[in-house]
């Protein structure tokens, strides 16, 4: 029988209740600059799960202070972090959804303001700090960027620790799915980009040297994530630079059948963020998803695909799935603009033996 948006996907020993991901969608609402999970984030993902959704994934949650994109990001370097999202994660599998966290270090591109407040560098004395990165070189924002540093192995040591201390924490905040954000031009992805990753030792140069990090990571989180949970990595699969050496949709079929190897269930497949010169052919309606088939076609490994990038409807969310370009259809936008998104699917699909709609909201859908 076909897949489609409703069929259960098991991974590991965990099983989702249907094919439907909100995206990882930072929220930048933490108090006082301290990283703690708020009422904000409460709503945030628990209405997702309300709507069904078989996975309610965490925005980009800092694995350190320095990998914060802005100041006011969620994160999980102490074990209050974890005691802040613990009523989340038992709220989010009560509706019988997975609750995941995307780990993360902004590295280069840490430290700017919100959007709303212009998403702009901050220097150190603007509530900046230095940021870490694979080379010394800054991104090229239009006004200065702060201070980064080339990380030392030292540095590399400690960002690896602080991954993996992240995830034990993820963990005993109730987590079932910890994703590693190697995407979107933040730290991970500025090794394995050649954009980036220009290091003369063993951690830059060829294929091999520049996924060495990411890798290690993805390792050092699989350690001590249990076998029966899965591990999801977000990669950028092109760097949209076709005119310069850069990060292209093969290196990420051989990155993904690497990072399988490693232990990873499921490769959520996104594009872009390395530098401002990209171009993106389109923004449309499903414009990355042309990545996520052709790494699904191209692995040699098992692995589960998820795209991800302009996904709005039920139709198109369902088609991905029983035409085989995906496993896992990842709604980002589309779950701001409805956190009811996959109980109205199931509606829509004519599927609604497939749902829980909570009793409260029964006479609604
Ligand atoms: C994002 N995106 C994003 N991606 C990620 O990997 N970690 C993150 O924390 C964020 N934060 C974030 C915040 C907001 C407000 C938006 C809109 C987007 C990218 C997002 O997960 C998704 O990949 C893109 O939005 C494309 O998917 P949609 O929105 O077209 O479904």
């Known amino acids: 029988m076909t897949d489609d948006l409703f069929t259960p996907l098991p ?18 609402s933490c108090d006082a600059r301290d990283g703690l999970a708020t009422d904000w984030h409460f709503q945030h993902l628990a209405s997702r799960a309300v ?32 005691d802040a999202l613990a009523d989340i994660t038992d709220f989010v599998r ?19 303001s919100r959007p709303w407040e212009g998403h702009d560098p901050l220097q150190p004395e603007e509530g900046g700090w230095e940021t870490l990165a694979p080379t010394d070189e800054p991104y090229p924002y239009d006004d200065d960027a702060p201070p980064t540093r080339a990380m030392t192995e030292a540095d590399l040591a400690d960002v690896r620790d602080a991954f993996a201390d ?15 954000h190697a995407a979107h031009g933040y730290l991970l992805h500025e090794f394995l980009s050649p954009v980036t990753n220009t290091r003369e030792d063993a951690y830059g140069g060829d294929f091999e040297s520049r996924i060495r990090f990411p890798l290690e990571v993805i390792e050092a989180v699989r350690e001590v994530w249990p076998d029966e949970k899965p591990v999801f990595v977000r990669i950028s699969a092109t760097d949209w630079l076709p005119d310069r050496e850069s990060w292209t949709v093969d290196d990420s079929i051989r990155f993904a059948d690497r990072a399988s190897e490693a232990g990873v269930d499921l490769i959520d ?39 991800v990038g302009g996904i709005t409807t039920p139709e198109q969310a369902d088609s991905l799935v029983r035409n085989g370009r995906a496993d896992l259809a990842i709604v980002g936008r589309e779950h701001l603009r ?10 829509k699909l004519g599927r609604d033996d497939e749902v829980d709609v909570p009793p409260q909201y029964h006479r609604a859908f």
């Open 51 to 82: 709507g069904g959704a078989g996975v309610v994934m965490t925005e980009a949650t800092a694995v350190e202070l320095r990998g914060r994109i802005s100041p006011e990001d969620l994160g999980i370097w102490s074990d209050d972090h974890a």
């Open 166 to 180: 992240a995830a034990r924490r993820a963990l005993d905040a109730g987590f079932e799915i910890a994703e590693v």
């Open 269 to 307: 497949v996104s594009a872009g963020g390395i530098h401002p010169d990209q171009q993106i052919p389109s923004g449309g309606p499903g414009y990355q998803i042309r990545y996520g088939r052709r790494v699904r076609e191209g692995v040699d490994t098992d692995l589960k695909v998820g795209a």
């Open 338 to 347: 409805d956190p009811y998104f996959t109980l109205h699917a199931a509606q």
């Open 11 to 28: 991974l590991s020993e965990t099983t989702l209740s249907n094919r439907v991901m909100v995206s990882p969608m930072c929220q930048y």
């Open 94 to 112: 009560e509706q019988g959804s997975r609750p995941g966290i995307q780990l993360a270090h902004a590295g280069r591109k840490a430290a700017t």
